[in-house]
């Protein structure tokens, strides 16, 4: 899911927020100019993963797998801190199997202050996997 959301890219560029990105969504340490091979990508997309994994666990939620692998796609893209500080949290505290979970992930749609489709798409797909 997240290597057909983030696409590959085998060169640095400005993501809709603005960030320096390559490979399949990676940010630490981009700078323009930057190139990668596929070989390399997936290493850093495996780490980036690994985070985005032990964040969601150090939440200790109780939770079933697809709402795991939703919170962890969420992570990968937006940070840990994103969710940290939602009211998709607070919900899923309270009660994961609420359905206006879904409108909470529907509210992470912009990028540098307009909706942006592919984070539409994405959140959506989060949701359906989320409620799967």
């Known amino acids: ?24 969504g990676h940010t630490k340490g981009v700078t323009a100019g930057m190139t990668c091979t596929p070989v ?25 797998q697809n709402q795991f692998d939703a919170l962890v796609d969420f992570v990968f893209n937006l940070g840990i801190g994103s969710l940290e500080e939602s009211h998709l949290l607070i919900k899923i505290k309270a009660n994961p199997a609420d359905p206006s979970i879904r409108q909470e992930f529907e509210k992470w749609v912009d ?22």
């Open 111 to 132: 990028g540098a202050g307009k909706v942006e489709p592919g984070l539409v798409k994405r959140r959506n797909e989060e949701a359906n996997l989320y409620f799967s």
């Open 1 to 24: 899911m997240i290597k057909g959301s983030e696409g590959y890219y085998d060169h640095a560029y400005k993501c809709p927020a603005g960030k320096w990105t390559i490979g399949w």
């Open 40 to 64: 390399q990508a997936l290493r850093w997309l495996v780490a980036d993963l690994q985070n985005a994994e032990n964040d969601v666990n150090d939440l200790n939620l109780k939770i079933n």
